[in-house]
């Protein structure tokens, strides 16, 4: 088959058929072969030079790195909490007719302190709670992981060489009679 192809003599161009090659030949005025396809000398980029896209997106993962570090003290510390959970105080106030006003979220640390030791537990006017936020499981997860290290996966590839056989299907119906029984 190989055979069946004709080569210009003066582009390399192949032809099957004699008539095409005739025609190619007479009209044929390049003086080397065909460049056609292929990997082309000075093409593409240069080797170990980095184009300016991938060093914009370098500068700025680097710029969200150095943020993260600066703030890898918070981040740990809401990390932490969303791992074990949060407690959060609220206060209930009633106004001068008795109405009780919106739930205040407290963040002064001695009056959280003082309904820890239980000096707020006679004041009338003010009804004060704890509320709870369930732990994170993949907060715990993702913590634990960092701590000790991701858990192995060990998957068992070994296989049982025995030659199996299929199973027997048993039919409790009986089959049907054809017509010459």
């Keep these: ?19 095409n090659y005739d025609i190619h030949v007479a009209g044929c005025n390049r003086t080397s072969p065909s460049t056609h396809g292929g990997a082309r000398k000075g093409s593409g980029g240069v080797k170990g030079k ?16 150095d943020r993260i570090t600066r703030n ?20 209930i106030k009633t106004n001068r007719k008795g109405n009780r006003l919106p739930a205040e979220q407290v963040t002064d640390p001695e009056t959280i302190a003082a309904f820890l030791d239980g000096e707020l537990d006679g004041v009338d006017d003010e009804y004060y709670f ?7 499981n993949k907060a715990i997860k993702d913590m634990l992981d960092r701590a000790f290290g991701k858990p192995v996966d060990h998957v068992d590839l070994s296989v049982d060489v025995r030659e199996k056989q299929p199973p027997k299907i048993v039919s409790t119906i009986k089959p049907r009679k054809t017509k010459g029984e």
């Excluded at 088959?1 to 008539?19: A, E, L, T, V």
């Excluded at 184009?51 to 790195?65: G, W």
């Excluded at 704890?130 to 994170?136: C, L, N, V």
């Design 1 to 19: 088959m190989k055979d069946d192809f004709k080569s210009c003599p003066k582009c390399g161009r192949k032809y099957k058929r004699q008539d």
């Design 130 to 136: 704890i509320a709870t936020q369930k732990p994170d």
């Design 50 to 65: 980095k184009t300016q896209k991938v060093l914009d997106r370098m500068k700025e993962k680097q710029r969200i790195l």
């Design 72 to 91: 890898a003290d918070k981040l740990y510390e809401a990390q932490f909490r969303l791992a074990t959970g949060v407690q959060i105080l609220f206060v």
